[in-house]
């Protein structure tokens, strides 16, 4: 206890929002919760008191994350909470919008159903990496009470040891610092106002609040068998294969051919994989490919210009260019010194009017989860869900695990249509699907 | 464990059809285990839009209910008193607007802004056309206001349809066209001049001002039916203030605030409670969710 006292004295008591989750404040809404959910299934049944223990303990580990949302005059900001974090029964619908005034003021829940332990939290928190490394030192802690580990493996965080400023400093800036003379030769890049609308999936939604998780789950073996015929990444198979049932919802849903809009995906690229950062809160940034159905004859053109966007986009220099121009903005004095309320209506407004329009669906892939291998014994199953919102009815979230890979869609419209269309592909293509719903 | 003869993939146990196309699973003597589903169940008869769609009847039938026999009664009571339907008019005129603006989206499905925006926009003109008929019986005053708020719809509208033409050269023509016939309309209209810088200028561009405010708010601040009449009665009650204080300039030469205090204490209120249910509708969804079966 008293190295947790000195943990929680040495470290500061607010946190500025990252440079990417100063815009989720603005736009989190019920109508865009902006959650994701990681999860863990277990041999045996999920003792609630005990995980309460474990979360209590690795608490003063992740200051980071235990702090409430404040409003300040300029920005929003992060609080340390002193307030225990609450171990909460599972909900019918996953990454439903978190309210954290019922949740003893944490912007992240702890939700537990048989053998599942799942963290749900808001993106203004962290990203998918930085929770999975909290995920797995709950799991862990939650092991060594049971018993079942004696301690922390290598490769886990150790709940008993001090958070690093690595971990929580703005990692973008960090970026910046890092690459300051290299900066100085990129151009800038963004534009606020951006090109044409892509289409949008249209039809009856569900009620505010409920949502749909369709999970599929297919050996690994298949699914790298089918992206090796194409020459491509799995990430980028699943993402053509997404396109492609847009396309076709286009193609049903719009009947004049001439009034088809482009296609566009939003995927998120984990800064982590570019730069040795060891950062726990938003690292990651998004690149949309458009793809115009007018071009397209077959799925292998898809493939080839997926992956052709891929290579010419996802590179250092480019995401550098993205880094610079966030950070610009999200820095600039001018920009600095307008009330916080006022900023919120503009962000809303470019966001409703303007970002929104870009892209038709997100997917989002976290890799293969890996487990050290005392740990990896004691847990059956890793899993991840993105809550989609009302400007993209479905989103994708896939993982890898063990032998197998789940495709992970969450929707608010009332039919499963990218679904549908994408594991019946699969299937055509010789996969093993299993299907599994809410 | 089954497999969807359409889809081809494999179903978990419990579900009685394929997720994906809806086809029932033909296994009559499976048994499905509630115990082994991934999430638990919700109480189907929560969810649905039938539902909503009858809440929303239900709530148009009681405020027709309540403002046909607001109605009703002071009709009666004129009636009674004098023998004849004279003052009762105006109330029940003003009550039949504001049923329709209240009202009636009840009983629409579909309630886009624009729909909404045109019907009020223009039974606010024949509101005042017919309420100043009433009171002195011509349209003195009311065809100002009328066009004034025509003039709005219009510039209104534009936006709107600008969004989906995207085109410069049929906008700009739509734009002189509506100028200048509105303009033509206006100076036809017009009978003292004088009034127009001091008095109509003024209240037009406060219109303007709040009208687009407003426009500004409800976009950044969208979905949501309690904010747009927060925002709404609020404009229209700083809307009144304002114009209360280019009428009273206009008059008397100095700035007094009278008529619109009685509107201000009407919409303030009404503004705040449009507030206050936004909250409560958030802790209704939150208990309905927390404490499913």
Redesign the interface.
Known sequence: MKTNKQTEENITSWFRLDTSAKIYPAIESPEEPTTFRLSMTLQEDIDADLLQHALNIIKPRFPYFNVYLRIGIFWHYLEQNPNPPIVWGETPFPCERLYPVYNNGFLYNIRIYKKRIAAEFLHVLTDGSGGFEFLKTLVCQYLILKGKLNDFPEGIMRGDEKPLPEEYEDAFLNVMKLEKEHLKTLPKQRTLFTKDSVFKIRGPILPLGHLRITRGTIPFGDLKSIAKTYNATVTELLSALYIEALIHVQHDQVKNKARHKPVGLTIPVNMRNFYPIRAMRNFSLFVVPRTDPKKVNSFEDIILSLKDYMKGHITRDNLLMMVKDNCTLGESTLIRSVPVFIKNLVIRYISNTQGHSQFSGVITNLGAARLPAEMEQHVDDVNIVLGPSIHSLTACAVIGYKDRIHINFGRINKEPLIEKHLFRRLVEMGAHVSIKTN | MSY?VH??????EY?EA????HTKVMDPNAKIDPQTR?????REYL???ST?HMRRLLAGTILTSVFSMYCIILLLVNFIVNRQFSWSLIPVWSLMYLWFTVAYPFFRIKNTFFRLYTYDSFATAVYLLVLNLIISGDVHWAKFAASGIIFIWIIMNGIFISERVKKWIPMIAYYIIASVLFTALFAFMLIDTASIPTLILPIYLAVLFFALLSF??I?????DLYNFLAIIFFHASLLSVAIDLIVSNFLTQSYSLGWSLVVISALLPLSLTALMLRNIK?LR??VA??F?R
């Open positions: 969807c889809c081809g993939v494999k179903l978990a579900h394929c997720p994906l196309c991934d999430y638990p169940v919700y969810s649905g839009r909503n500004f708010m976009k950044a601040l969208v979905f958030k969804t939150y969710k927390k499913h």
